[in-house]
């Protein structure tokens, strides 16, 4: 059922199906070709498919139920760092170490849309009516490409941080964005209409800050970071 199983992604080149009540596996998707380290993976919105990315470039979508491959091709020239769907589950971005963001058919991985970010790619989503993609690099920067325009129109950017920028989340209603920032142990919230940065949150040790996501309270319905 939705929300009763858990993904993980292993260095293996296996990704694992949990339930998420018992911590029994559930099932397991493997490459027969290849042993390649495994970055990521992740459910599509409705949680019936699988993405899953790699070292030697490759992106597989897998079907939930049966582990069968939905499709697979060579994304990248180098590591995948992420795959992500898009809300209405038709599209997938990926971001790699050879520099590029590109988008895809989930259905057939046709290539749709490339930008050449000239410096490598960490993570990226789309918003809920597919036009825009937000994805980071290790600049410092979280830019924002136009599947209208087909290039990028707006970044989010302080110059008293060029460091690695490893996620990016959006708030429910799309008016704020927050980032995880890798060398100084900060999460930085932006207004997205302005792209002024309204705050920062400072971890006490000094850790890398590797993921960032937005929740609700469940009794009050507020944000939560």
Request: net charge neutral.
């Amino acid at each position: 059922k939705e929300g009763e199983s858990i993904i993980t992604a292993c260095s293996d080149g296996v990704a694992r199906l949990w339930n998420s009540y018992t911590g029994a596996v559930l099932k397991e998707y493997k490459r027969d070709d290849s042993k390649s380290e495994m970055r990521w993976a992740n459910f599509n919105n409705v949680e019936d498919k699988i993405v899953t990315c790699y070292d030697d470039g490759y992106i597989f979508v897998w079907e939930k139920a049966t582990g069968e491959v939905i499709t697979s091709f060579k994304a990248h020239n180098s590591k995948v760092y992420c795959a992500n769907f898009s809300y209405n589950d038709s599209l997938i971005v990926s971001t790699s170490q050879d520099k590029f963001m590109k988008i895809w058919s989930a259905k057939n991985g046709i290539k749709l849309h490339e930008y050449n970010n000239k410096s490598l790619t960490r993570y990226a989503i789309f918003n809920k009516i597919n036009s825009r993609v937000y994805f980071t690099d290790n600049s410092g920067r979280v830019k924002v490409y136009s599947l209208n325009a087909k290039d990028v129109t707006d970044e989010y950017y302080k110059n008293d941080y060029n460091f690695d920028v490893y996620c990016v989340a959006l708030n429910r209603d799309e008016t704020h964005l927050v980032t995880a920032q890798g060398g100084d142990s900060k999460v930085s919230v932006w207004d997205i209409s302005t792209k002024q940065r309204l705050f920062q949150m400072k971890h006490e040790d000094n850790c890398s800050v590797n993921f960032v996501a937005y929740g609700v309270d469940p009794i009050t319905n507020a944000e939560l970071i």
